[in-house]
């Protein structure tokens, strides 16, 4: 008898062939490069438990009918390794499971229908700058000032740092920060069914620097609207989903809170290096960087000059 993951990759590449879908198209679908997708399909290699996940989606009624299910476990959301392991990801639900029974909402009377389904809005790269000048404009932000976001308070929002979360067991916190530390940053859990109430579980053994990037980046999660994660079990390993587009949007918009674009415009300017810039606004260098070169800046930035010879 085929082996489950062979039939899923016959499956697979049966309804690619069906729809006239290129390997690099269904890429960018499911969010496994090109490179896997092609050994996964030429048999050099099989898809491990996530990327089993995001196939399965993919296939959907027709996975189905080929008797390739998966069961749903759970939708919440994190920030963690695309490949982040069955292990570390079930420790995670545990946590999950402990914040929600402390919180002890009561269920919506009206619960909102699918969730966890919304369709995915990608956004503008102005669209992007326009938000986060937005959101620093709420909180009295000038166009120089730091923000410290560890310091922020969400509507509907708790922050709890994960050596402070007395509701969750001790082994599994010395597991999330220990083994699994690498592993993941954030994770946003709904307490209620409308979604009303959150908790964001934060990874307080990375450095203050990448805590502040990771918790903008779910609270802009959260305040979009995005998709929750959903895992899944297949063949007794967990896995989840995962939305490059959504992923892509929440930290550029974090990077752009915290390292608002008119300063960035000046500081490029004024020939300063990345350090001294992280250093002014309490971030990572690798994240001013990012920073430059998603603005066009980079350049600028490194003084490269630009001429045309004379014929």
Request: net charge negative; glycine share 8%; aromatic share 6%.
């Amino acid at each position: 008898m085929k082996s489950f993951e062979l039939r899923l990759v016959e499956a697979v590449k049966r309804k690619r062939e069906g729809d006239g879908l290129s390997l690099r198209t269904l890429s960018g679908i499911v969010g496994i490069s090109f490179s896997t997708l092609a050994r996964i399909e030429r048999g050099e290699g099989l898809p491990d438990n996530n990327s089993r996940i995001r196939l399965l989606e993919w296939l959907g009624s027709f996975g189905n009918d080929e008797g390739l299910g998966f069961e749903n476990v759970a939708l919440v959301h994190f920030r963690a390794g695309k490949n982040v392991r069955s292990g570390t990801i079930q420790t995670l639900l545990r946590a999950a499971d402990r914040l929600k029974r402390n919180a002890d909402f009561s269920s919506a009377e009206e619960p909102v229908a699918n969730v966890g389904e919304r369709v995915a809005v990608p956004l503008s790269k102005e669209e992007l700058e326009r938000a986060a000048e937005k959101f620093r404009e709420d909180l009295g932000l000038g166009e120089d000032e730091p923000l410290d976001s560890l310091l922020l308070e969400v509507e509907g929002v708790e922050i709890v740092p994960l050596q402070q979360a007395k509701c969750i067991d001790p082994a599994t916190i010395k597991k999330l920060s220990t083994e699994a530390c690498d592993e993941w940053s954030a994770m946003s859990v709904p307490l209620d069914d409308a979604h009303e109430h959150w908790a964001v579980l934060l990874n307080d053994c990375h450095t203050i620097e990448r805590q502040r990037v990771t918790l903008l980046e779910e609270i802009w999660h959260i305040m979009l609207g995005h998709r929750l994660t959903k895992i899944a079990k297949v063949a007794e390993a967990y896995g989840r989903t995962y939305d490059s587009a959504e992923e892509h949007d929440a930290y550029y918009l974090a990077s752009a809170t915290l390292l608002p674009r008119k300063a960035m415009i000046r500081e490029v300017s004024g020939r300063r290096h990345s350090l001294e810039i992280a250093q002014e606004f309490g971030t990572s260098p690798e994240l001013v960087e990012y920073r430059i070169k998603r603005l066009g800046l980079w350049r600028d930035h490194i003084g490269r000059r630009v001429a045309l010879t004379k014929g």
